[in-house]
């Protein structure tokens, strides 16, 4: 596809569980971030990769949270024992490369109950 | 921490209607950036400004960052129904990820 998709686009999940949330950003971009908006809110960096490796991760709020690009490309967003208060839009973006404009995906509401 | 506080935070006006909103901070970035952004969607960039006082119109809609970098505005012209949606401010802090204002969610009613 031409953007950045997001699966799966709605995620239910209960307490305690662990979810896995994937981003295919687009061709040839080597950068990708991820963000978490609340309801209300703007979105929140989360952490962002050139590459394969995580430049920076200082937006993960905890241990419980975790990202991988391990091939370059793909990403997914992993998230151990979650709780209500994960529950949220997770945002991907991409782009060409780090200071390039970012073209977000639809997001995976993630609901915690 | 970098914060960008957008007002008003809600906006409902009549079709035909002009308006401004306002993004603003303490801290100098190095670029701004609007975004619109629909239920279910993803933030849909509208326009980058880096430059201080520059000006960027986008048909109706045109945008200004501050002489100093720390403030934009976008005033929209004969608002339309279509123009409904949650705009964010966003600023750049160079290679790392965007830190955006919390919105405003603007109502265009016909």
């Known amino acids: 596809g031409a953007g950045v998709s997001q699966t799966p686009s709605n995620k239910v999940t209960e307490k305690g569980k662990y979810v896995e949330l994937r981003c295919d950003p687009i061709s040839g971009h080597t950068a990708l971030y991820w963000y978490r908006q609340s309801l209300g809110q703007g979105p929140e960096f989360l952490i962002y990769?050139?590459?394969?490796?995580?430049?920076?991760d200082s937006g993960l709020p905890n241990d419980r949270f975790f990202a991988v690009r391990p091939e370059g490309s793909v990403s997914t967003l992993k998230i151990q024992r979650t709780e209500r208060g994960d529950s949220a839009v997770y945002l991907c973006a991409s782009s060409l490369d780090l200071r390039d404009t970012q073209y977000f995906g639809p997001g995976t509401r993630l609901t915690v109950l | 921490t970098q914060l960008l506080e957008q007002s008003p935070q809600f906006l409902s006006i009549q079709e035909g209607e002009n308006l401004t909103v306002y993004c603003n901070s303490s801290s100098v970035f190095s670029s701004l950036q609007w975004y619109r952004q629909e239920p279910g969607e993803g933030p849909v960039l509208l326009v980058t400004v880096v430059t201080g006082g520059e000006v960027k119109k986008l048909k109706r809609l045109t945008f200004q960052f501050g002489d100093a970098r720390k403030d934009s505005s976008l005033h929209i012209t004969a608002a339309q129904p279509g123009d409904t949606g949650l705009y964010l401010c966003a600023g750049g802090r160079g290679a790392d990820g965007l830190t955006f204002g919390k919105g405003t969610h603007l109502i265009i009613q016909p």
């Open positions: 990769f050139q590459g394969t490796g995580a430049a920076d």
